[in-house]
């Protein structure tokens, strides 16, 4: 994977290479951020690709357990083939995936480290058929993070979606960085990326 920063913004590629766990790339914040948020950036698909998805995580913190320590930082090595299985395998987070490809959801997951992988993670409703994420298109993203519950507003010059979502059947997620995954052969481009805390 490759980050590139543009006059127009911060472009991230992944590798060529669909299902190549190699190819996938995720870039972390510095900065890890305690309890409510509010993360903000504007999103533009650079690829023509018609399958995998992006990720954005929030407040992610590894499992503890084993060398998986609770400062990401500190089992990077670990992540040099950024398999989407070692994150859910051992990461505290929410996670949303969205310009995800043929279906055009957007979802909702909070992975239970070592436990059950993916299995039972999804956090209701799913949103489908989005419509949003054409090639070139600039899509502005509000995401709140308030206690249990996730609100994200994705607007652009020609229509916009609001999602809500309730964590009422797993722990709260309380602290940890943000990160941006881009699977294998997908391309985006971030700009006026922020993130706000309470106070």
């Known amino acids: ?8 913004g911060m472009e991230l590629r992944a590798g060529p290479e669909f299902r190549n766990n190699a190819h996938h790339m995720v870039l972390w914040t510095k900065d890890s951020f305690r309890s409510d948020l ?6 533009t698909r650079l ?70 992988g993916l299995d039972n993670t999804d956090i209701l409703p799913e949103y489908k058929g989005v419509g949003m994420f054409g090639t070139g298109v600039a899509n502005r993203f509000t995401i709140v993070k308030r206690g249990q519950e996730i609100a994200l507003r994705i607007a652009n010059a020609e229509k916009e979606i609001f999602c809500h979502w309730r964590n009422d059947k797993f722990p709260p997620v309380e602290e940890g960085r943000i990160g941006l995954r ?5 391309a985006s481009r971030y700009k006026d990326f922020r993130v706000a805390v309470p106070g």
């Open 47 to 116: 690829d023509a690709e018609n399958r995998a998805v992006n990720i954005i995580y929030i407040q992610a913190t590894g499992s503890g357990k084993g060398p998986y320590a609770t400062d990401l930082a500190e089992w990077a090595p670990l992540r040099e083939k950024p398999a989407m299985s070692i994150y859910f395998d051992h990461l505290h987070t929410y996670h949303i995936s969205y310009a995800a490809f043929p279906q055009d959801y957007i979802r909702l997951r909070r992975y239970m480290p070592e436990q059950q």
């Open 182 to 186: 881009l699977m294998f052969t997908r």
């Open 38 to 43: 509010k993360i903000e950036y504007e999103f």
């Open 1 to 8: 994977g490759t980050v590139r920063n543009t006059p127009e």
